[in-house]
């Protein structure tokens, strides 16, 4: 699999540019993800709580975590603590002020942290989630290993990703929209069209349905399923160690 980086002619890690580039869009990143999904983005969150709601977790983790959307959403799994991981400061401090501004700061703790070397310890949390998260991975299979190895046995995995549609005419809708709304947008809103244009060139590389679940079968997952969400734009994985 290709690796793709935000800023080719850089010589950073895919980390270290994905880290800064989230840096530079966080202010606008929240306005801006939800208005080029038209909200839709707020409906597969909501598909991922009610998926986890049912396993009743008491602590959650939440990798790639942004600006807090989704550990904010897992509130309502009823779980006594959500901690929320990411490698940009600027898209936490966003989320910190989104959990403080909600009274949410005794149940949510966003903690700056890289996805392949998380500092909690083995079989530390019942439920794992990863939104729009997992294509950023610098080394994919070293990311998945590391939340194979802090989930509690038992517990389970919700990846949200972005996929590829394959029928006509929305794979055509979609490839137009990436490539060519996407980027125009972003410059002009975030000052920085290659972020917009790194999704879709991410997304494009992502090893997307049953070959992203061989990757989690693969690091001893078991339990795989996944289901595409609104025509093949994303799609919902879940495992279980």
């Not at 939440?62 to 509130?75: F, K, Y």
Request: some cysteine; glycine content about 8%.
């Amino acid at each position: 699999m290709k690796q793709v980086v935000p800023y080719a002619g850089s010589i950073a890690t895919k980390s270290e540019q994905v880290g800064k580039m989230f840096d530079d869009i966080s202010p606008s990143y929240d306005f801006l993800n939800h208005a080029l999904s038209f909200g839709i983005d707020n409906l597969w969150r909501k598909k991922v709580v009610s998926i986890l709601k049912k396993e009743n977790p008491q602590s959650i983790l939440d990798i790639a975590t942004g600006t807090g959307d989704l550990a904010i959403a897992l509130v309502k799994t009823g779980a006594k603590h959500i901690t929320g991981v990411d490698i940009s400061e600027g898209m936490l401090k966003v989320g910190r002020e989104k959990v403080k501004s909600r009274n949410l700061s005794e149940i949510i703790t966003l903690e700056a942290g890289n996805s392949e070397f998380l500092r909690y310890s083995d079989n530390s949390f019942d439920a794992i989630t990863v939104s729009f998260g997992v294509r950023n991975f610098e080394h994919l299979n070293k990311g998945i290993e590391e939340i194979f190895r802090v989930l509690k046995p038992g517990g389970i995995l919700a990846v949200l990703e972005f996929s590829q549609p394959l029928s006509f005419p929305m794979k055509q809708l979609y490839n137009f929209y990436f490539t060519k709304v996407c980027p125009l947008v972003g410059k002009i809103v975030s000052k920085d069209a290659r972020a917009y244009t790194y999704l879709h060139e991410s997304v494009a590389q992502f090893p997307y349905g049953e070959e992203f679940t061989n990757h989690l079968k693969q690091a001893g997952f078991k339990n795989t399923s996944w289901k595409a969400l609104t025509l093949g734009i994303s799609t919902i994985y879940t495992a279980k160690k």
